[in-house]
Nanobody
Framework: QVQLVESGGGLVQAGGSLRLSCAAS????????MAWFRQTPGKEREFVAA????????RYADSVKGRFTISRDNAKNTVYLQMSSLKPEDTAVYYC????????????????WGQGAQVTVSS
């Protein structure tokens, strides 16, 4: 019933920008903390950013602070990740996730996951 669908991934040049979207259905969206994680082959899923249900609180990984912005539109049941000044090391599959409790940086805290969107940054 619950579904999270990412979109907006693709190939960009280093220094460029990309905006990911995650559309949610089957849940009371405003009650959920939403987050973005990313994963590359052979690595654990890595926290990127999270936002509280109201949008009043955000948290970012040190590696993306100042470059990425998480936001949400509760009327559209959608969370966004605006990525700027992209670097090759940002290349990964990006996943959105939903959590009913608190803003967390641990992937195991999240209840629902999208299918992932590939982001590739070329040098």
């Amino acid at each position: 019933q619950v579904q999270l669908v990412e979109s907006g991934g693709g190939l960009v040049q280093a220094g460029g920008s990309l905006r990911l979207s995650c559309a949610a259905s089957g849940l009371t969206f405003y009650r959920y903390v939403m987050a973005w994680f990313r994963q590359t082959p052979g690595k654990e899923r890595e926290f990127v950013a999270a936002i509280s249900g109201s949008g009043g609180s955000t948290r970012y990984a040190d590696s993306v602070k100042g470059r990425f912005t998480i936001s949400r539109d509760n009327a559209k049941n959608t969370v966004y990740l605006q990525m700027s000044s992209l670097k090759p090391e940002d290349t990964a599959v990006y996943y959105c996730a939903a959590d009913t409790a608190f803003v967390e940086t641990i992937s195991s805290a999240y209840d629902y996951w999208g299918q992932g969107a590939q982001v590739t940054v070329s040098s």
